[in-house]
């Protein structure tokens, strides 16, 4: 087990350049940690090698493993980087969004159920340091937990190397995003956020729950060439969303968006 140390200048991750405060013995018990191995094994599945080794083991410990040297504080750190490089990419690929609609669509990549998909298919869920107990109850398989590793891993490298580099590597990890893939399939010249939401959340229900959303018109109201359509979204026969446009199209999609903001907070629970 790793010693603990209680003074804030001991403590494992300091701020002081790109190199962790930690004396030599606690080095010799992080990087025991891990075997090279399991260590280049890592690093070819999140496509960046670490210069120094303990940013990226201590990024994999849980604090059921301990309490006090763990992911959590490069957690925080990656949670800033994270949202920043979501945010620089929403911004630059769809242009024709205004803010309110980034907004919606940044709060799904950042949910913890979108990052832990990218996690784990990286598989880097295998390899988080744990107190036995834990592995046994499955936690290794769950979302937040996931989701938080995969956070601390974006701090890791950020502190590891740069914010560029950071942003070349999550960049790359966003692949592994079936809710960003459906929206990057869409031409940005032609696309509308309603359109994409609405083919995101058809195949996320489609994989969670074997079925498809369906969609129901409340209301129409003005004359025919300038009609308001009001719609709901149900899932299992439960409203999910509701959604208004000039055709009962767009109103099916704004229904799809809330629905899919409406699953990202149940995710995060």
């Keep these: 087990m790793i010693k603990s140390h209680k003074g804030n200048n001991e403590k494992l991750i300091g ?31 999140i496509g960046y090698t670490f210069k120094n080794k303990i ?19 490069l957690e925080f750190l990656g949670d800033s980087v994270i949202n920043t490089i979501y945010s620089e990419v929403l911004y630059k690929y769809f ?16 949910s913890l159920d979108n990052l832990a998909e990218i996690a784990g298919k990286l598989t880097i869920n295998d390899y988080i340091i744990m107190e036995k107990g ?14 938080n ?10 502190l590891d190397s740069s914010y560029n580099t950071a942003k070349t590597i999550l960049l790359n990890h966003l692949k592994y995003s079936s809710y ?21 959340l058809q195949e996320l229900i489609q994989k969670k729950h074997n079925t498809v959303p369906q969609y129901f018109v409340l209301n129409k109201e003005g004359p025919d060439h300038r009609s308001i359509f009001s719609v709901c979204v149900k899932i299992n026969n439960k409203i999910y ?29």
Excluded at 241 to 269: I, P, V
């Design 95 to 110: 242009s024709l969004y205004n803010e309110g609609d980034l907004s919606k669509l940044k709060a799904i990549l950042i």
């Design 180 to 200: 960003f893939s459906s929206l990057a399939n869409f031409d940005n010249k032609n696309a509308n956020i309603e359109t994409d939401c609405k083919s995101a």
């Design 134 to 147: 834990e592995i046994l109850t499955g936690g290794r398989n769950k979302k937040r937990i996931i989701g």
């Design 55 to 73: 940013y990226l083991i201590t990024a994999l410990i849980h604090k059921s493993f301990n309490n006090e040297i763990n992911y959590e504080r």
């Design 149 to 158: 590793v995969y956070e601390s891993i974006a701090g890791a490298i950020f």
């Design 15 to 45: 701020m002081n350049g790109n190199a962790p405060n930690t004396d030599s013995e606690t080095s010799q018990d992080i990087t025991a940690l891990l075997n090279i191995n399991q260590i280049n094994t890592i690093e070819k599945l």
């Design 241 to 269: 969303g509701y959604g208004k446009g000039e055709t009962k199209k767009h109103a099916e999609q704004s229904a799809a968006l809330a629905a899919l903001d409406r699953l990202s907070e149940e995710n995060n629970k």
